[in-house]
């Protein structure tokens, strides 16, 4: 299995193994099978409905009809797309790419954005409830991309935190706030406001580079591991402070 991901409203799982994607239900049975994809997908991300899913691959995205009743949607931009996360209110996806830069569309008539400048490898790539930023790992910063009716374009990034000598290895926006929480390569973690740009420190620098980070669902904790075996639950007194 290289990709899986679940639906937290209708409990669609899917996941991927070689070119082919299995969909089921949250019950376990099988909803779809895509098999003989043109290549092997690099992430996943279900519409914000659960009714379609988005497969990041080599040139592009995918996008899926789970039930079956229309053709494929295809989003093309050249090279290799290694994740992909579609925003909240449906209008965007966006992916990371080899090239150390993202990828974004906006699906209302296809426009693509480019947002590059990164110095090493995105990834981990999120937004905001609110879908008002698009929020990356790859610098030595967290960056977050604002995004509007007209797209993430011509905008610069909003920054916050930074580490010496460290890289962001991993994002997670929080499930209600535009706060996000970042993991760098020497195990520390930070939380931030995005638009004042303030970042506490959380978890001190240990346990090796942050592989996973993710907030509970009411945004009151977050859940940190490190690729040296370190489990770190980090719990907030206020989602906003």
Same mark, same amino acid.
């Given at each position: 299995v290289d990709n899986a991901? &679940?639906?937290?409203?209708?409990?669609? %799982?899917?996941?991927?193994?070689g070119r082919?994607?299995?969909?089921?239900?949250r019950d376990g049975a099988a909803v779809a099978c895509f098999a003989g994809l043109e290549s092997t997908p690099a992430g996943l991300s279900f519409s914000p409905d659960g009714g379609q899913l988005a497969? !990041? %691959?080599y040139n592009g995205v995918t996008l899926w009809d789970i039930a079956?009743?229309? $053709? +494929?949607?295809? /989003?093309?931009? %050249?090279? &290799?797309?290694?994740?992909?996360s579609w925003s909240p209110d449906g209008r965007y996806i966006v992916t990371a790419t080899q090239d150390r830069d993202l990828h974004c569309w906006r699906l209302s008539d296809g426009k693509d954005f480019r947002m590059s400048g990164y110095p090493s490898k995105i990834r981990s790539i999120g937004w905001t409830a609110s879908s008002s930023y698009i929020c990356a790992s790859g610098a030595d910063?967290?960056?977050?991309? *604002?995004?509007?009716?007209?797209?993430?374009?011509?905008? +610069?990034? /909003?920054? /916050?935190?930074f580490v010496y000598n460290g890289t962001v290895m991993?994002?997670? +926006?929080?499930?209600?706030?535009?706060?996000? !929480? $970042?993991? *760098?390569?020497d195990g520390t973690v930070l939380i931030g406001d995005i638009v004042a740009g303030d970042?506490?420190? !959380?978890?001190?620098?240990? @346990? @090796?580079?942050?592989s996973s980070i993710d907030w509970a669902p009411n945004g009151q904790s977050l859940a940190v591991g490190t690729r040296g075996g370190v489990y770190a639950s980090i719990?907030?007194? &206020?989602?906003? &402070?």
């Open positions: 991901i &679940s639906h937290p409203v209708t409990g669609h %799982r899917a996941w991927s193994v082919t994607l299995h969909v089921v239900d497969v !990041a %691959r079956g009743g229309a $053709a +494929p949607t295809e /989003l093309l931009w %050249r090279g &290799s797309h290694t994740a992909v910063t967290v960056t977050s991309w *604002y995004c509007d009716e007209t797209g993430p374009g011509g905008k +610069p990034a /909003l920054e /916050l935190g991993q994002v997670a +926006p929080h499930p209600e706030n535009d706060i996000v !929480a $970042a993991g *760098y390569d970042a506490l420190i !959380a978890k001190p620098p240990g @346990g @090796g580079p942050v719990h907030l007194d &206020s989602p906003t &402070s």
